[in-house]
């Protein structure tokens, strides 16, 4: 369902045929996603609601009913990925910037049902509004016994990264170095010259787009600075193949970069680069196929070579 509706919208935005057979190819074979989806985990699910939240506004369903469903899966998909509240709050603004009756009216209300219905439930579950995995620091997670509360020599492995390395390091692993989201998936690399295209007005495009996409762009730059530089967690996500806490940004991305991909597509030059960036990303999602839940290649191919690791 989430590629249907995505090759939906791709058709829809795209101007070129190579630019969208380019981007529907990334969104099926070259990002995490594919990875993640033989095991159970919210960040794949947060993923298809935050395309389900943007598509009736790109499609131009602006009726009361596309306002609603809009703002339902904007809802769900903060209750799936906290940090996601910051995209929900995003498309609010768009959906305010387009209709501001009908944003309040529909938009909001049926945003708030899924949101209020999770802290419903976890305050009836725990006595506290607040999600048991925001508890990191305090007796949830660091009991007697717990994994999270080692000391000394038992503070070993990815969980402890933070042991060993300073914040800047493990940003930069984090970007574009064992874990990092453009080393492994360098297609989001095309995410600058989409951008650059967009806010230049080099491409075409409705207001609608123009404004989901200055959204996505201003979500992106808050999820990347929180899990980059802020949030107390170093440990890349923990034993897995790839970022998995920006994975629900990705059908986001995708149609950012079909910009991008039909001003690759216009020269041979330009297609050569493109299916290079296409092939190492396939090739890091497809590594650890079988078992998402691995260190990715490039930290097992510096660990063959002799680094220590965690």
Known sequence: IYLVVLAHLIERLGRSDWGRLFTFAAACFATYLTTFSNTFNNHTVAAYT?????APILCGRLSPAGFAVSGLFAGLTAAFELPATAFAVALGVVALTINWRRALLWFAPAALLPIVGQLALNYAEFGDWKPAYEKLDSEWYRYEGSHWNAQGAARRGIDYAGDRESRPTYAFHL???????????PIWLLLLAGYDRIISGRWRFDSNWRRVSLATAAVSVIVIVFFAGVVSTVNYGGWTSGPR????????WLLTILPAADWLGASRLGRGFAYLLLAFSVFSVSFVGINPWRHPWIYQAMEAWGWKGY
């Open 175 to 185: 970007l574009v170095g064992h874990h990092g989201l453009f080393s492994l998936t």
């Open 245 to 252: 806490w920006f994975f629900w940004l990705t059908p986001l």
């Open 50 to 54: 935050a395309l389900f939240a943007v």
